[in-house]
């Protein structure tokens, strides 16, 4: 039985005064949740501030993006290391902004998959397709070759230990979810192309959604069985609705 996980991401968003009122309120709704995981994955200026929050909660938190090298003169890079000082759990690997903003290509996004893997963290390897792929029955394709990078570099095996998300990238930040069978279709093909090479392993990998996860749409998201909880952009930082995901997520 797969545990769902519920990860906020922050995104360019935060501030040491709205982070603790943010965060005490997280850790004061999720107290009975036992049957999922919560985390919150923040700008790197807080890593520290997260870190003393929550470090004797149940909640669980992490960086939104890594290096693909281990040191060296990458100015304005933070490395896996770095992440494990502030004992980060989780980070976000090829978030569609970065390979979209930022020129992450499926080959660098591989390379930071395995630096954070090396390094202890576990990635949550983002996937999805645009609106264009999709309309033009892409989807498969994309998420197949976003994957196969992955894969190609590290192996099937080390999927183990990290998560994917499936985020639509029409649906991230406009409030056009994906309906949860669409969800749900575009989660069975990942599992189904993982089961190809290993089918244990695609069987115990978590799958999470995201693309405009909100409280008023979790329940029915998470209730479709290949959907293993969420990756929550712009609700993660509004206290209620990440609290009530979360709980959705714990049902
Ligand atoms: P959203 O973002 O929930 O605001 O759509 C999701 C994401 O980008 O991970």
New binding site residues.
Partial sequence: MRKRLVAG?W?MHGGIEQNRDLLSKIVAGTMEIDKATCAVCVPYPYLSQVHSFLKDTHISWGAQNISQYDKGAYTGEVSAMMLNDFSCRYVIVG???RRTLYGEDNCTVARKFKAALDAGLVPIL?VGETLDQREAGLMEQVVSEQLDAVIELVGVEVLADSVL?Y?PIW????GKTATPQQAQDAHIFIRKRIASQNPTIAAELQILY????KANNAVELFAMSDIDGG??????LLADDFVSICMAANN
């Fill in positions: 991401n995104k978030h569609s902004e983002c998300a985020e649906a991230i930040g406009t995201g693309g405009s996860v990756l929550i952009g712009g609700a993660a």
